[in-house]
């Protein structure tokens, strides 16, 4: 076992250092692990997380911290989870499967009525549902930058961009900032995203610090609207949204599999193929 590296006594300024120096080192840390390794309690480093979070040194994520994408490579070297490290650029992303995502985005934009108020998830699908709501009534509220540049220069749609560290890489607003921004929301619908659907029913995700963004999206928002090509089915990702059973509608396409759509529809949900 490692041996503990923390001296009790030392002041709290010096343990973040080391909790840098730990998230650093592999990428990421789990709250368990750097309470052992400092010999604090996990609330102690809760509170630590939430320190270097709003400073933008880490991002906290369920259970612990990641090395935030800012951050020179070398330091991310080891942030594995999620495939966040990894992760394709943007702009290869968008282009995936593009016919798919732009007949979902046509249909979900039909499910937005004048005078809603409505949140566009991160992801490469929303940007198309953007893209038809230029001209309409309605408020778009996101941490998407990609649907920013939809709708930046239209004079009717207003747009409300939630704050947040940004995630050049995915275009994108994340961290707790972004989360508490959100608690302050009530919106009438989200129009989700994700990486895959299980045949469970699972709606899950692959990105670490994406994931609670869109949790607390879910949580602001009346209606749930989960937009999930034929792609998505399995999909992957280790990180749980929600479950089909929560969704009020889906928007997917003609390939889906009825087994895992029919979970949506016994639950009272809509199942809309675009």
């Not at 929301?185 to 610090?209: E, I, Q, Y």
Request: with cysteine.
């Amino acid at each position: 076992m490692r041996a503990h590296w923390y001296r009790p006594g030392v002041i709290s300024s010096e343990r973040r250092r080391r909790i840098l120096s730990a998230v650093q080192a592999d990428g990421s840390a789990s709250v368990r692990r750097l309470a052992a390794q400092l010999s604090v309690s996990e609330s102690t480093i809760r509170r630590d997380l939430q320190v270097l979070d709003r400073g933008g040194e880490l991002l906290r994520t369920y259970g612990g911290a990641l090395v935030p994408e800012t951050a020179p490579w070398p330091a991310r070297r080891g942030t594995t989870e999620g495939g966040d490290a990894h992760e394709a650029p943007f702009e290869v992303v968008r282009g995936d499967r593009l016919d798919l995502k732009e007949r979902v985005g046509a249909r979900a934009a039909e499910l937005v009525s004048d005078g809603d108020v409505v949140i566009l998830d991160i992801g490469t699908t929303t940007p198309h549902v953007a893209r038809r709501l230029r001209g309409r009534d309605v408020t778009v509220i996101t941490s998407n930058l990609a649907v920013l540049d939809e709708l930046r220069d239209d004079d009717t749609a207003r747009i409300v961009l939630l704050g947040g560290l940004v995630r050049r890489n995915y275009q994108t607003l994340v961290g707790s900032l972004t989360e508490r921004a959100l608690a302050q929301v009530n919106a009438d619908l989200v129009l989700l995203s994700c990486t895959g659907v299980r045949p469970n029913g699972r709606v899950v995700d692959n990105m670490a610090v994406e994931t609670p963004v869109k949790q607390a999206m879910v949580e602001a928002a009346d209606r749930v609207v989960l937009l999930a090509t034929e792609a998505k089915f399995p999909g992957h990702g280790s990180y749980r949204l929600c479950a089909l059973s929560d969704v009020d509608v889906l928007v997917t396409t003609t390939g889906s599999p009825d087994a895992t759509t029919t979970i949506c529809r016994d639950a009272g949900g809509k199942v809309l193929i675009a």
